[in-house]
């Protein structure tokens, strides 16, 4: 149980064009779903967290215009970076969480590539 | 705020020696600590966590943690390394009030050498 999954896994997109990571609680109502970035070799850096038929709380440094997150059901939310450069190109990985519980499922991450 | 500090960013290891991965939190309440592992390109899995039941942890693989307030440090062990242990491995804390966001340290690389 609890399975989270992300597609695409891999993507590379040309300079400023914009592509769409999905994430999906496969067996299970994700109330709040999270977006974490990490660059090679690095830590997680958590970008956002998202209510389901809320806004996403993004954290500082984050540029929401940018990075833009919808939690329209309890089972997807999608990430959808706009007008990616090069400097977006990261490991994107997504982990869910249900209502009154403090453990998050994790994603098998998104590699983006933009060139 | 809360922090981990994960000492060591590469641990080299012996097959069948003994794992040590060093974390230590910092934390105006008691937390909630997590150790997860990552694969190479592939998501988080978690090891095993401390809630604030019993102070010693065991989880998936043969890993452990005990919890020792009074140094704030949660380290992961393992008896015997396996080749198949060789990861990343990152210590994460939250503030168990509201259940927040997982705060994680910069990661320790585990090498296991045959």
Known sequence: GAVVSQHPSRVICKSGTSVKIECRSLDFQATTMFWYR????QSLMLMATSNEGSKATYEQGVEKDKFLINHASLTLSTLTVTSAHPEDSSFYICSARVAGAYEQYFGPGTRLTVT | AQSVTQLGSHVSVSEGALV???CNYSSSVPPYLFWYVQYPN???????KYTSAATLVKGINGFEA?????????????PSAHMSDAAEYFCAVMDPVGYSTLTFGKGTMLLVSP
Do not use: A, D, V, Y
């Open chain 1, 38 to 41: 990490q660059f090679p070799k």
């Open chain 2, 20 to 22: 040590l991965l060093r």
């Open chain 2, 42 to 48: 592939q998501g988080l899995q978690l090891l095993l």
């Open chain 2, 66 to 78: 005990e919890f020792k307030k009074s140094e704030t440090s949660f380290h992961l062990t393992k």
